[in-house]
């Protein structure tokens, strides 16, 4: 199995792709669908999520964040505390958000499967995209407006190491830099340190953080199943 970490979407993948926006896009996306949603729904962007939520047969709620806080129109944020707070059941819900969501959009252009991966499920992802019988898997790295973000990197690391644990991996070298991420820092000490962990810290959603900091406690892994009014369906 070759293992590829992209820090930054630059399309083109051949095989799987695990998308990773570890704060905390992918993470809420989990938890979502983990809490009883019927499906998850990435919109290209804020009009497109509107649009979609008003053509959907069941109940829909619209989730997402600009600069890490609720967009006016939306029901809810991009908390994954929010998230878990309750049950979901019948529920879509329609998110849009600043990078994770367009980088599972430039995945979807030529990988499949696609599957959102974070530190909570990260040995379930793993296990998924081996499941999956392909023999490349690309771990898609958000970033933050262009820019590496080590927090996603780090996470990536992890689903190195758990592909590895289950199957013998040939890396490449941004798979190499990943995986010794994970010898430096304890998770949540390197989501702190990271740009957009601080970030979040300024925001008070140290408690989103933490929780983003989990691993291996959820084994929801979204999968993408369709696409639909632009949006890219994960359930
Ligand atoms: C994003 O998609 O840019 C992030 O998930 C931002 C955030 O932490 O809300």
Redesign the pocket.
């Known amino acids: 199995l070759r293992v590829r970490v992209d820090v930054l979407p630059q399309g083109d993948y051949s095989g799987a792709a695990i998308v990773v926006?570890v704060?905390?896009?992918t993470t809420t996306a989990t938890t979502f669908l983990e809490q009883g949603a019927a499906e998850v729904i990435l919109a290209p962007s804020p009009a497109a999520a509107h649009l979609l939520g008003q053509a959907q047969d069941r109940p829909s709620l619209l989730a997402g964040?600009r600069g890490?806080l609720k967009m006016d129109g939306f029901d809810l944020g991009?908390s994954p505390q929010e998230a878990a707070a309750q049950r979901w059941d019948g529920q879509s819900i329609i998110m849009n958000?600043?990078?994770?969501?367009a980088a599972a959009h430039i995945a979807a252009r030529s990988a499949w499967p696609v599957f959102l991966g974070c530190l909570r499920n990260a040995p379930a992802a793993a296990k998924a995209a081996l499941d999956s019988g392909v023999t490349e898997v690309t771990v898609v790295c958000?970033g933050?407006d262009g820019m590496v973000s080590m927090d996603d990197v780090y996470a990536a690391g992890a689903l190195v190491h758990h592909l590895n644990a289950l199957q013998p991996c040939v890396p490449d070298d941004s798979a190499l830099i990943a995986h010794t991420l994970l010898t430096r820092w304890p998770p949540g000490d390197a989501l702190r340190r990271s740009w957009?962990g601080r970030r979040?810290l300024t925001l008070e959603l140290e408690a989103d953080l933490e929780f983003c900091a989990q691993v291996g406690v959820s084994q929801c892994v979204p999968t993408l199943l369709e696409t639909r009014g632009g949006g890219l369906v994960f359930g």
């Open positions: 926006d704060l905390r896009a964040e890490g991009n958000t600043t990078n994770g969501t958000a933050t957009h979040l």
